[in-house]
């Protein structure tokens, strides 16, 4: 991602899946340990970043209804991808219909994140 450009992951947990940690610091991800839906869609508000990482394992509530409530509560939504470990067809479906831009199958694979990432980047808000 240009220097520029932020892309943001909230995820419940303290530590980045392999895939992640490769790739981390050298394209500006950064990491936001969301303790609620709440949380991370504050973030996503405040922030403001250009690319959203969303783990649907999320605590209190599932991940589509944080997208949703993402969708609903921020009026310029960046892009957001799913990490999910759910590949099948019909929950690609759903995240598609819940607003998501797109999805990344957990264990998180560093050149589908690599590819995910010029993919958005080059269609980042001005």
Avoid at 23 to 48: C, F, H, K, M, T
Avoid at 63 to 85: F, H, K, M, N
């Amino acid at each position: 991602m240009p220097d520029d450009q932020k892309a943001y992951i909230f995820t419940p947990f303290t530590q980045l899946s392999p895939g992640f940690s490769r790739v981390e610091g050298g394209v500006g991800l950064g990491l936001y340990i969301a303790l609620s839906v709440s949380d991370a869609v504050q973030r996503i508000r405040e922030a403001a970043p250009d690319l959203v990482f969303l783990d649907l394992h999320m605590p209190g509530t599932s991940g589509w209804d944080a997208l949703r409530e993402a969708r609903d509560a921020i009026s310029a939504l960046p892009p957001i991808i799913v990490l999910t470990a759910d590949t099948r067809t019909d929950s690609m479906r759903e995240a598609s219909a819940a607003g998501a831009a797109s999805s990344l199958p957990k264990p998180i694979n560093a050149h589908e994140l690599l590819a995910l990432l010029a993919q958005h980047a080059s269609h980042a808000r001005p």
